[in-house]
């Protein structure tokens, strides 16, 4: 795919943003010049196209290390297109079509994660191949489930470990279709209810076949033939529990059939996180494992913001891919300042609503919101942070009511991207970011 057909400054028809020739909306500028490339808008002074690869600062083209340092403690891993890509320590997780993903602290308790095979994992009914089919990693690291000629369940469950009631949990695997494409995903009996513990999904349709009352369930294509299949809820009680997979003619709970002994599916990267959605993959052997947190910045901001004149005001464009609604906590797109006392950010709230606002000596000046978003999907913000005009518009719903307030700006010491002084984090992928005057 080119990289005007996936443009995210420009709709797919290839239009502009706004007509050629006339000044964008947030800015009473000079119109387009010819010479000003199609991925950034108008009037942009730093352009940030994660999901092409392709960076702008000062209407010069540089590499991505010009426009965005990161820090992260260990390795990173994204599954795209069916290929799992792995990130060193400090290095950004940015992946061509997909964008840059920016998450906070990930724990996987589920041990052996890509070893079912081992005695952590208890099987019942149920033949394991051990690296029977590539993974999205490339290498043998897909275990196969086979059921056997037992007229049972065929169940395959970690080891117990400990639960806390009240806090949610999601368990989840990276699965892709054999002789059979349906599979199911259970908490135990301990720590969660009998009857709603399960659910089960089929891989040849893409769909969740079935849930129990209380049970989230979702399935996501990572390309490939592989997919993403995970459960969620709360613990209703603490106490140590099991987890684990089970083979499936289309049922929750699970159901007895009998089986061929060589007829299954595949399954690798499984995860348990206290959590209420799918994470990215963290690999596990006999301990447990933790993804370090991951802290966004644009090097040298205080210098640039002064440069480009954005102490006096900007405005911008932030796309996201929306995977999810209603977080329990806030999911941060930009953050610009000194710290947390003192800054302008703009963040997705708990509530689904898109919030912009500005914090002086720990006192909310600006604070204006949209609706909130009801759907899914590519989503895109336009802010405008000026002087009696303090606007934001979201794909899919009305505009927030604009502040006409007259404020300061804090110093613009830092920029983050994807994260905040608060060590929030967007928890997902940021795809294009630009700032204009």
């Known amino acids: ?23 964008p909306p947030w800015r009473g500028g000079k119109p387009l010049s010819g010479a000003v490339p199609p991925w950034w808008q108008p009037g942009a002074v730093l ?49 061509a079509g997909h964008g840059a993903e920016i998450w906070g602290a990930l724990t996987n308790t589920a ?38 000629g037992s007229a049972a369940l065929h169940t395959l469950d970690a080891a117990p470990q400990a639960f806390a009631a009240g ?9 892709a279709a054999a002789e059979r494409s349906r599979i199911g995903l259970r908490f135990g009996g301990a720590a969660f209810p009998a009857a709603g513990r399960h659910a089960w999904f089929d891989l040849a349709s893409g769909t969740v076949g079935g849930a129990e009352p209380g049970v989230a369930a979702g399935i996501s294509p990572l390309g490939g033939g592989f997919f993403l299949v995970w459960i969620s809820r709360a613990a209703t009680a603490s106490a140590a529990d099991g987890f684990g997979f089970y083979l499936t003619e289309g049922s929750a709970p699970a159901d007895a059939f009998a089986g061929d002994g060589v007829s299954g599916l595949h399954v690798t990267a499984a995860l348990l996180a206290a959590a209420a959605m799918p994470l990215p993959p963290v690999p596990t052997g006999a301990a447990s494992s933790t993804r370090p947190a991951c802290d966004c910045t644009i090097p040298d901001f205080a210098a640039f913001a002064s440069a480009a004149g954005l102490d006096a005001g900007f405005a911008g464009r932030c796309v996201i891919d929306l995977t999810r609604l209603s977080d329990s906590t806030g999911r941060f797109l930009w953050s610009f300042g000194v710290d947390a006392d003192n800054r302008i950010f703009c963040f997705i709230a708990n509530n689904n609503k898109i919030y912009l606002r500005l914090r002086v000596g720990g006192v909310n000046l600006v604070n204006i919101s949209t609706d909130a978003l009801s759907e899914i999907g590519e989503t895109h913000i336009d802010f405008q942070v000026k002087q009696g005009a303090y606007t934001l518009a979201v794909t899919g719903v009305p505009d927030a009511v604009p502040d006409d307030g007259t404020h300061a700006l804090p110093a613009l010491t830092s920029a983050y991207v994807g ?19």
């Open 167 to 175: 806090t949610a949990y999601v368990f989840q695997a990276v699965v």
């Open 111 to 148: 041990l052996h994660s890509r070893a079912l095979d081992d005695p952590y994992w208890t099987a019942a009914n149920l033949a394991i191949a051990p690296n029977a089919a590539p993974g999205p990693d490339g290498v043998l690291s897909m275990e196969k489930l086979a059921a056997d």
């Open 419 to 437: 994260s905040d002084f608060a060590t929030s984090h967007l928890n997902g992928a940021l795809k294009y970011l630009s700032l204009g005057i």
């Open 47 to 95: 352009a940030l196209d994660f999901a092409n690869e392709r960076y702008m600062r000062l209407g010069a083209a540089v590499p991505l290390a010009s426009v965005l340092a990161t820090a992260r403690a260990g390795e990173a891993r994204c599954i795209h297109d069916g290929v799992e890509h792995v990130f060193a320590a400090h290095e950004p997780v940015v992946v």
């Open 1 to 23: 795919m080119s990289h005007i057909a996936r443009s995210i400054a420009f709709p797919a028809s290839g239009a502009a943003a706004w007509p050629v020739g006339a000044p």
